[in-house]
């Protein structure tokens, strides 16, 4: 692996790489939650021309700290291949950055339950009891920024 590189993707960049790992039974044309936000920040982490990690942020406020100035993480995903390269948290830290840099100061997502583990290494924190979505069991988590 040569160095990691975080930038701003536009979303169709990023989306096969969201849609194999994350909902692998819809086809590769499909629109996947969140595409049409327009205000999305769609990030990507690159070793060289290829693509490792991604997600997207935007403002969105947080039910359980409705005060605070809050933007949402969704849709990360990262390459099987590229897990544990440092990837995913290169992308999890441009993230917050972009959201501090927007104006919030909290940063929050619904994590699918078996990316917790990631998540709190990187510093997040639980909220609230488990919950099931249509794609398996998920938790609420966040980090202050």
């Known amino acids: 692996m040569t160095q990691l590189t975080v930038l701003v993707v536009d979303g ?16 590769p044309e499909a ?8 205000d999305a920040i769609h990030l990507g982490a690159f070793d060289g021309p290829s693509l490792l990690s991604t997600c997207f942020v935007s403002a969105e406020s947080c039910s359980w700290q409705p005060d605070r100035p809050a933007w949402r993480l969704r849709s990360m995903a990262t390459d099987p291949a590229a897990r544990g ?6 992308v999890l830290h ?8 927007h104006g ?18 990187c ?8 919950f099931m979505t249509e794609y398996g069991p998920h938790r609420y988590m966040w980090i202050d920024l």
Do not use: N
């Open 12 to 27: 169709l960049q990023s989306r096969e790489l969201r849609r194999s790992v994350l909902r692998p039974q819809l086809p």
């Open 31 to 38: 629109l996947l939650p969140g595409d049409d936000l327009p």
């Open 85 to 90: 390269t440092g990837a995913g948290r290169a």
């Open 94 to 101: 441009a993230a917050a950055a972009t959201a501090r840099h």
């Open 104 to 121: 919030a100061d909290l940063l929050w997502c619904g994590a699918r339950e078996d990316a917790v583990g990631f998540y709190q290494r």
């Open 123 to 130: 510093g997040w924190q639980l909220h609230g009891e488990r």
